[in-house]
């Protein structure tokens, strides 16, 4: 029996609303053009100042019909105290090898929040061992995606790929603002929660101020920066078309 369903991109994410923060932009756009796209969040977010596991369920569903992905997953790891460990990386080796990605996004290391960081490591190291015969997955083959792009959280640093997101920016703040528990939407009905380091106007604000600031850069309005370790190859055909 066949257990996998191919996917042009597939996001990796510690919580919930972190692939809509970093990539929504990112991800409609792909889907916008036809391309197939997923993402996987590694925990359930329950140690989140804001919101119950079951509320953020729902609004990581909602975002995702926003965003218009083909699947979204949760690993059901710890929140905060996501590990690199051989179990751990045998989950994401068989979401890998389910999906057989194209091209993989996960969190960049340099983020002041370890999740963030620790997935990055976890899922880099799985990306790679995903692709090893020996490591045996029933009913799946050994995969490895052709490119691993990784995406900016907290923390900036410089990117070698930015993608224009000018005609998705609103869709990604849609369904942002489905994580109605975790940031600011504008509305001032429901129970009053504490406030976070997301929860507030500014943050929002700051979302799209970055949004500006990366598109400014490929001269678009809008772009989200990525980081990919690997060279890009040009030559004659592509070169007037960057």
């Known amino acids: 029996m066949k257990l996998t369903t191919e996917l042009d ?16 932009g990112t991800i409609s756009a792909l889907t916008n ?27 990581a569903d909602k975002a995702s019909a926003v965003l218009g992905v083909t699947i979204r997953e949760n690993l059901g790891l710890k929140d905060g105290n996501i590990v690199n460990n051989p179990a751990a990386r045998l989950k994401i080796i068989k979401a890998i090898r389910k999906y057989r990605p194209t091209v993989l996004f996960f969190p ?29 997955t029933p009913g ?12 900016m959280q907290a923390y900036a640093f410089e990117p070698n790929l930015i993608y224009d997101i000018s005609d998705t920016f609103r869709i990604k703040m849609d369904a942002v603002r489905s994580y109605s528990t975790q940031f600011y939407t504008g509305s001032k009905s429901g129970k009053k929660e504490k406030e ?33 370790e690997e060279k890009f190859k040009i030559n004659s055909d592509t070169l007037f078309k960057l």
Request: charged share 25%; glycine share 8%; net charge positive.
């Open 9 to 24: 991109a597939l996001f990796f994410a510690a919580h919930p609303d972190d692939a809509e923060l970093c990539c929504g």
């Open 33 to 59: 053009a036809g391309k197939t796209a997923g993402i996987i969040d590694l925990t359930r977010g329950e140690l989140g100042t804001r919101g119950s596991v079951k509320q953020r369920r729902l609004e």
């Open 108 to 136: 960049h290391c340099y983020d002041r929040h370890p999740d963030h960081y620790n997935t990055h490591f976890l899922v880099k190291d799985a990306a790679f061992y995903a692709g090893l015969e020996k490591i045996k």
């Open 140 to 151: 799946m083959h050994a995969y490895r995606a052709k490119r691993n792009f990784y995406y």
């Open 196 to 228: 976070t380091y997301i929860s507030s106007k500014e943050f929002m604000e700051f979302i799209e101020a970055r949004a500006k600031f990366y598109g400014f850069m490929i001269g678009a309005k809008y772009g989200e920066a990525f980081y990919s």
